[in-house]
């Protein structure tokens, strides 16, 4: 549901750290986002800090093997999903009537009516809020639909034949591209990009590729 925990998840699974899920974690959340970890009591907001303090904590480097120039190019692959087409996925995701009732089926299920339509009616206004602030909600359809598709062609050049973003070898910023495309390509959400998935062969083989190396089982939360 969220490509930021999926993304935190992935990283931990590269770097073989043990981990719990709570679901219930979203009230506390410090900065009122997910994910945010506790790790030995002290807790840390935010997917990217979240990477620093394992990669501090646990003398891991991500991107150990790759030059200055390739760690450039792939934290501005990471920023480019997490900052541009997060926002047009998010549109598709929560402001499109039947992806929309997917989500909902799945987060809100508890909850009865007639708190339920009330809550996803100020679910749907804040993200509606929320996009025209950052400005993606200010684009017609087929602008963002222009921007999606130039972002993931951009992405499937940059990956190209290879089996991991920057080469041979997963870096930090695989398990954001993973995040993202298993969003984009997910059955259940339909999306211009969904519905062209062809086009994108190799982003779709590599989240295969990603969910057969390191998820066997699956990420421990649909957070
Ligand atoms: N920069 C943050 C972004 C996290 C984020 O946007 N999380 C979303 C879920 S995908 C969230 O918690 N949204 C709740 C809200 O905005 O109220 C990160 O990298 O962790």
């Known amino acids: 549901m969220s490509p930021f925990v999926s993304k935190t998840e992935m990283l931990l699974k590269i770097a073989a750290l043990p981990y719990d899920t709570n679901l219930r974690g ?25 990477r620093w303090h394992i ?39 929560w402001l499109n009537a039947v992806n929309f009732g997917r989500t909902a089926d799945l987060l809100f299920k508890k909850i009865p009516w007639p708190a339920r339509p009330a809550i996803e009616a100020v679910v749907q206004h804040k993200m509606r809020k929320a996009l025209h602030a950052q400005g993606t909600g200010r684009h ?22 290879k089996p991991y973003l920057m080469g041979a070898k997963p870096c930090g910023a695989d398990a954001t591209l993973f995040a993202f495309m298993a969003g984009v390509f997910c059955p259940q959400f339909d999306t211009p990009l969904s519905r062209d998935a062809a086009h994108y062969a190799n982003l779709a083989h590599y989240v295969e590729r990603m969910r057969r190396e390191y998820l066997d089982g699956g990420l421990q939360a649909a957070a």
């Open 140 to 161: 017609n359809p087929d602008e963002k639909l222009v921007l999606a598709k130039k972002s993931l062609e951009s992405l499937s050049a940059l990956l190209g034949n």
């Open 26 to 50: 979203f009230a506390k959340a410090p900065k009122g986002k997910l994910p945010y970890i506790e790790d030995d009591g002290t807790v840390i907001a935010d997917s990217t800090f979240i």
């Open 55 to 93: 990669e501090k904590k646990y003398g891991i480097d991500f991107d150990a093997g790759l030059t200055e120039q390739e760690r450039g190019i792939a934290w501005c692959a990471e920023k480019l999903l997490e900052d541009n087409l997060y926002w047009i996925l998010l549109e598709w995701r």
